[in-house]
């Protein structure tokens, strides 16, 4: 897994790492951590950074969880909105993710996408916990 402090460091580094890159080096490798395999993971899916699926054929009923990606500290704060887009764009009833690849908050649609869960995988906690269990294939 790449250094926290390294994609940080402009000079050491170069610049931060795109919204894809750390899809693709963070995200995705989290997401095959927790039981999710690649079949039931999409990417760009409809527009979607990354859209995770209960059952197949990739469709929206059977979608468990639409994340929005943003580039490290692109604030993803403001990403709920476009993801919630996303989520009626479909007409899915799944639950959201946004993240920076280092920090991952969890919305769900059964409490009209109240955050419910929250993880800073470079300062991990306790309650980290909460995040994993509602992330991991059921």
């Given at each position: 897994?790449?250094?926290?402090?390294?994609?940080?460091?402009?000079?050491?580094?170069?610049?931060?790492?795109?919204?894809?890159?750390?899809?693709?080096?963070?995200?995705?490798?989290?997401?095959?951590?927790?039981?999710?395999?690649?079949?039931?993971?999409?990417?760009?899916?409809?527009?979607?950074?990354?859209?995770?699926?209960?059952?197949?054929?990739?469709?929206?009923?059977?979608?468990?969880?639409?994340?929005?990606?943003?580039?490290?500290?692109?604030?993803?704060?403001?990403?709920?909105?476009?993801?919630?887009?996303?989520?009626?764009?479909?007409?899915?009833?799944?639950?959201?993710?946004v993240t920076d690849?280092?920090?991952?908050?969890?919305?769900?649609?059964?409490?009209?996408?109240?955050?419910?869960?929250?993880?800073?995988?470079?300062?991990?906690k306790r309650s980290?916990?909460?995040?994993?269990?509602?992330?991991?294939?059921?």
């Open positions: 897994m790449m250094s926290h402090r390294l994609i940080w460091d402009y000079e050491g580094f170069g610049a931060h790492p795109s919204e894809d890159e750390m899809v693709g080096h963070l995200v995705l490798p989290l997401l095959r951590a927790l039981g999710w395999p690649p079949e039931q993971i999409a990417v760009k899916w409809r527009h979607v950074d990354v859209t995770l699926f209960h059952a197949l054929p990739r469709h929206p009923d059977h979608c468990r969880l639409v994340t929005e990606a943003k580039r490290l500290g692109g604030g993803v704060e403001g990403a709920l909105e476009q993801a919630m887009g996303y989520v009626r764009d479909l007409g899915a009833a799944c639950d959201v993710l690849g280092i920090r991952y908050r969890m919305y769900a649609c059964e409490k009209d996408f109240a955050p419910v869960a929250y993880a800073n995988l470079a300062r991990l980290a916990g909460r995040l994993f269990a509602r992330l991991a294939r059921p």
